[in-house]
């Protein structure tokens, strides 16, 4: 098994009831197996589901069959009164519906009490976008770490530089190995949700700094754990996520009037800018890796409401 496929199975499961934990691995099965999702997402649907199993195990809930809709709305009614986000109730109440969806299927209950559950609808925030100025800052601090010649400060140059050149998602960018890319074209090779491998190009600027972290930093840190991974931990490892998180997370603090705190906002950067930028919509979705249409159209809302504040600010008749 490689460190791309590396498999841990929640920790939630341990202390549920047997037919729960039974079902919980199942799903996570199914989900690996059939669904082809990643495993962050894996992680993320075991953690909701688990969730209310605990909740539904604390009554007196021992088979499936005993999680109906009266459990369904209590698990939702308790996270509520917790004062839980929407974004977080509706988020678990879909993670829900998809395990009894799935769990019918299988036959593990006769009728799927979700199918009457009502759930919070998702409050839609516009995402966070990095303006030229803070952009300018952040590359120029980067370049300036890195002309000092630290393996690490070349390698997180160049994380930041192909995060927003591609708007890749962070666990892509961490499963990248070296031959997926093609310095002479600049093209990376990417493999997306579902296992879906898609092409995207990168500018110049990513290409110096990619490959002056191949010339000058990436063999400082690597070790016989390194293999082909185009980024290494410290340790010489595939890098993980929640590292490149970490290196974003502390590059965005220093910036000014900004929300941004993550790596999620160099790809919600790079989409607007690229429809800012009279990039085709289509292209833009194949870019991002988006499945539908409608998850790329969020970001020419965004530019709408770039073009309004400008014009606000701007004409004399506004």
Known sequence: MTDRQHRAEPAEADDLPPAFASALAAFARYLRAERARSEHTVRAYLGDVAHLLEFAAKGSARQLTD????????WLGDM???GLARATLARRA???RTFLAWALREELITEDPSQRLRAPKKQSALPEVLQ??????????LAERAAEGSPVALRDRAMVELLYATGVRVSELAGLDMDDVDHDRRIVRVLGKGNKERAVPFGIPAATAVDDWLRRGRGRLATTLSG???FL???GGRIDPRQIRSVAAELFSVLPDTAARGPHALRHSAATHLLDGGADLRAVQEILGHTSLATTQLYTHVSVERLNSSYRQAHPRA
């Open 132 to 141: 030229q100025r803070q952009l300018d800052q952040l590359f120029g601090g």
């Open 233 to 235: 931990g410290r340790r």
């Open 228 to 230: 082909t991974a185009l």
């Open 94 to 96: 879909a993670a829900a």
């Open 80 to 82: 509520n009164a917790a």
């Open 67 to 74: 999680v109906g809709l009266a459990v369904l709305r209590s």
